[in-house]
């Protein structure tokens, strides 16, 4: 069993870092405070390959492992957890969906110009009543030959208005059930498409996030993912790997608001020395040090499993459930450890607890990761 990462990824680790550092923190609680969307970050993380780290390089992709995307978006999330999950959409849901499922007509149109960032995409399975249970969507397709009629609401949609292509999951059939659910690709364009309001949120504030509406959309019948009746397994599928994405931000979330203790730790000083020699405070930065590894390590063997093929949905569920709980806590503690300046602004950690509780409730909450494990630990 070897630990160590190889010198692909850890060049991939820095440039990350490089990257999030020198590109992300100036200005991310201006974008936090006016809900700004990192739109200039994002462009220039697809030119650096961060957009479609997975996806073939046949398709202008980077061809990398899972391993090397949660490396990227622990790093990316340490600072701006508004970009990561951006990039973990594009990745994990839209970009996977499509270079594993896609036909060759979809990728080139698509997925090439997603790969690089020149567009970006967004993953529709949402609804105002069924939330992401996929079998109860209220979003219809009716097949009228050469194109299906889309009709319905979306949302809590992340990258509402930012993208210009959406994978949407709609019922064609409800007699069939879940084998009466298809995957469509629809365009910004496409008349019939509006954008709602953007959602005013606690965390994430420079995310994109929006309602959307169909009324009547005419979608051509190429622009079907899979055979008719695939629309639930594709996105069971794309959910499996978004839990990786997820639990890698929530990772990034912890390390980065514990970085920020430790460091504040070893300036601030009260009773004459460093507040890192007080064991009140010391046993918490152990506490949050043990916790992220054991995130850390979930993550990286659920990636592994991916990578070489093997059954990834409970381990991607585990560190799911446990690096967004790792996040919320951690951060908590950060605040914390910081006192009063924890509590403004300046000092980061206060942002980074509103963002971990995110974490916790999409890619299905955490009941839905229990659901999943215990299925399967119980078969």
């Given at each position: 069993m ?6 692909e ?5 820095a440039?990350?870092?490089d990257f ?11 974008r ?5 969307f990192?739109a ?11 957009m479609?780290m997975?996806?073939?390089?046949k ?8 391993i090397?995307?949660v490396?990227?978006?622990e ?11 951006c990039m973990?959409v ?5 970009c996977w ?15 090439t110009?997603?790969?690089?960032g020149?567009?970006?995409?967004a993953?529709?399975?949402?609804e105002?009543?069924a ?13 009228k030959?050469d ?17 210009s292509?959406y994978l ?8 069939k059930?879940h084998?009466g659910?298809n995957?469509f690709?629809v ?6 498409f ?6 005013e949120k606690?965390?994430?504030r420079g995310?994109?996030?929006h ?18 009746g695939?629309?639930f397994?594709?996105?069971?599928a794309?959910l499996n ?6 639990a890698?931000q ?14 504040y730790s ?15 405070i010391a046993f918490?930065?152990?506490?949050m040090?043990?916790q992220?590894?054991a ?5 990286l ?13 409970q ?8 690096a967004?709980q ?6 908590v503690?950060a ?16 942002r980074?607890?509103?963002?971990a509780k995110?974490t916790?409730i ?6 839905i ?6 299925r399967?630990?119980?078969?």
């Open positions: 070897n630990f160590q990462l190889t010198e990824h850890l060049a991939v680790q440039a990350a870092r999030a550092q020198n590109e992300l923190l100036p200005g991310v609680i201006e936090d405070t006016k809900e700004i990192p200039e970050q994002i462009k220039k993380m697809g030119e650096l390959g961060f479609g997975m996806v073939d390089p398709y202008n992709g980077g061809g990398m492992d899972t090397s995307y490396l990227a978006m790093e990316i999330s340490k600072i701006d957890a508004s970009a990561s999950v973990s594009n990745n994990s849901l839209v969906g499509l270079d594993k499922y896609g036909t060759e007509a979809q990728k080139e149109k698509y997925l110009r997603l790969a690089t020149e567009i970006i995409g993953f529709c399975l949402s105002p009543e939330g992401s249970d996929a079998t109860s969507q209220r979003t219809t397709a009716e097949d030959g194109h299906y009629l889309i009709n319905g609401t979306k949302n809590w949609i992340t990258n509402g208005n930012s993208a292509v949407v999951i709609a019922h064609t059939d409800k007699e059930g084998k659910i995957a690709i365009e910004k364009d496409m008349e019939g509006t954008v709602g309001k953007k959602e606690m965390g994430i995310s994109d996030t309602s959307l509406m169909f009324q009547d959309v005419k979608v051509p019948k190429e622009n079907r993912i899979g055979e008719d695939f629309g397994n594709f996105a069971m794309t790997g978004g839990r990786i994405g997820i890698s929530a990772l990034g979330i912890a390390s980065g608001a514990y970085e920020l203790a430790l460091k070893k300036e601030r000083k009260a009773f004459g020395k460093e507040i890192s020699q007080h064991q009140g918490k930065l152990a506490d040090a043990t992220i590894e995130a850390r390590l979930l993550c063997k659920a990636a592994w499993l991916k990578d070489t093929k093997q059954d990834f949905s381990a991607g569920a585990m560190a799911k459930l446990y967004s790792v996040a919320m806590d951690t951060t503690e605040v914390q450890v910081h006192g009063g300046y924890g509590y403004v602004k300046e000092y980061h950690v206060e980074l607890m509103r963002d995110i916790q999409y890619e299905g909450t955490s009941e990761q229990k659901i999943v494990i215990s399967s630990i119980l078969k």
